[in-house]
């Protein structure tokens, strides 16, 4: 049978080649209902001769699935983001899903936008880091039309029935410090996008409930109070997402509070502005100052002294994530769980005991 290309081919000349009927083959490609083995083989082998493309809407009207799913992030050239989103798309191919994707670059307006977008495509689920953990009206809508959601990194507890993947990030901060008080600093500052936070009011149950920055916050303090350490805000420094505001909060903290051995930035972007406003300032690391991040990327062993840093699993994250969320989509009506993964301790050259130790 001569075809002029796959786009003129349809699914009644993979019928008639097969010698099926148009439902026997529609069953056999889309995968659904009662189908014979021998019947599937000969509709499968008549597509492939036909060069017999599908069309997914179509299927998609029939079955009531696109096998499509939505992925909604802040920033995909934040390295951690980007990971995450490898491991989404890497298990996703092989559950045989296709992923859109949308950057909001954290604005809530673009967030909004994709939501819209992607529930106009009918896309089976969506995996979401939301800008807020407040205003998630539209996220709450996305589970009234029957789309599951998996929150990834930042909790919104208003969406009741998303599952949410994250890593623990009080637990991993905590670990960081800890290091840093096993090498017997006592006087540790932090640099952070957290504000307005009093640590020692919120129990370390709440933890999950905190956007990232204020949990590591709150680890930084849970360990600085496990080894009878009184929390100081003089310590400190607020910056925002920047390397630039990160070395001018840097070098303030400094020439205000000298007596400092070691500084632990709370995520990769600050431990960079951190480690350039320490060069720029000729402080020795780690003999005069141990400086320890968060998160691993690729500069942290280039530079000299290579960075310690506390790693985050993204890309198993990102596994995670789609994971969770396929089990929503099977299992629409169950609530589903909280999933915290692990930070790990990588130790390189940039800490070492305290001078004063």
């Known amino acids: 049978m001569a075809q002029t290309g796959s786009e003129s081919v349809t699914i009644i000349d993979v019928a008639q080649l097969a010698g099926v009927s148009k439902s026997t083959a529609a069953r056999a490609l889309a995968g659904y209902g009662s189908v014979s083995g021998k019947a599937r083989q000969a509709v499968e082998a008549a597509a492939d001769a036909l060069g017999y493309q599908a069309n997914a809407l179509a299927r998609s009207m029939i079955t009531g699935k696109t096998t499509t799913i939505g992925v909604v992030i802040p920033d995909i050239s934040n390295p951690y983001f980007a990971n995450a989103v490898r491991g989404i798309s890497t298990a996703a191919r092989e559950a045989g899903y296709d992923v859109l994707l949308s950057s909001t670059e954290g604005e809530l307006g673009l967030e909004r936008r994709a939501i819209s977008v992607l529930a106009g495509k009918r896309a089976d689920g969506v995996i979401v880091a939301p800008v807020s953990t407040e205003d998630t009206a539209h996220l709450e809508e996305l589970e009234a039309k029957g789309i599951a ?57 709440a933890a999950s409930s905190l956007r990232p920055a204020a949990a590591r916050l709150l680890g930084y303090a849970m360990a600085l109070r496990g080894a009878g350490i009184r929390y100081d805000p003089a310590l400190v420094a607020s910056s925002s997402y920047s390397r630039h505001s990160a070395g001018d909060a840097v070098r303030y903290l400094l020439q205000s509070k000298p007596s400092i051995t070691a500084l632990y930035c709370t995520d990769a972007e600050m431990s ?9 300032m000729g402080i020795d690391c780690p003999g005069h100052l141990s400086l320890i991040g968060f998160d691993d990327q690729d500069w942290a062993t280039l530079v000299r002294p290579k960075l310690t840093v506390v790693e985050q699993p993204s890309y198993q994250l990102g596994r995670t994530a789609f994971k969770e969320l396929t089990a929503s989509m099977l299992t629409p009506n169950e609530r589903r769980r909280n999933r915290i993964l692990g930070g790990r301790l990588v130790v390189r050259e940039s800490t070492a005991r305290s001078r004063s130790a």
């Open 149 to 205: 959601v998996t929150l990834l990194d930042r909790p919104a507890l208003k969406v009741t029935s998303a599952s949410y993947v994250a890593v623990d990030h009080a637990g991993a901060s905590a670990v960081a410090v800890q290091h840093l008080l096993d090498l017997g600093h006592r006087d540790i500052g932090i640099v952070t996008e957290a504000t307005a936070l009093l640590p020692d009011q919120i129990h370390p149950e």
């Open 272 to 280: 960079a502005g951190a480690f350039a406003a320490l060069q720029d």
